[in-house]
């Protein structure tokens, strides 16, 4: 059983940055692709970003493209989502999730989910 707890959420003006944090609770964290979803209000949850076991691949949805990059750090079974020129379409909830596969990939295929981090981005 792995447990993922997500922070770094807030209330943020169009055009800042935020950084979210996911803390793993696996020891065997290193060997796990990681990916960040999002849930905005009255919509269906949405893949974001995913990272590889070693951080050498990465893919990204269309619209967060040159704003977003996830990241990791295995020694502290933790992984990043830096979020820079926000728009108030990003607000939503940010879910972090973990597979036991070591590839990142743009599917909603996870094996373990977080509880959600709210972001809320004003215009």
């Known amino acids: 059983q792995v447990q993922l707890v997500e922070s770094g959420g807030g209330l943020v003006q169009a055009g800042g940055s935020l950084r979210l944090s996911c803390a793993a609770s696996?020891?065997?964290?290193?060997?796990?692709?990681m990916a960040w979803f999002r849930q905005a209000p009255g919509k269906e949850r949405d893949f974001v970003a995913a990272?590889?076991?070693?951080?050498?691949?990465?893919v990204y949805t269309n619209s967060v493209k040159g704003r977003f990059t996830i990241s990791r750090d295995n020694a502290k079974n933790t992984v990043y989502l830096q979020m820079n020129s926000l728009k108030p379409e990003d607000t939503a909830v940010y879910y972090c999730?973990?597979?036991?596969?070591?590839?990142?990939?743009?599917?909603?295929?996870?094996?373990?989910w977080g509880k959600g981090t709210l972001v809320t981005v004003s215009s």
């Open positions: 990272i590889s076991w070693n951080g050498a691949s990465t």
């Open positions: 999730a973990a597979r036991i596969s070591p590839r990142a990939a743009m599917t909603e295929n996870m094996d373990y």
């Open positions: 696996r020891r065997t964290f290193s060997s796990n692709a």
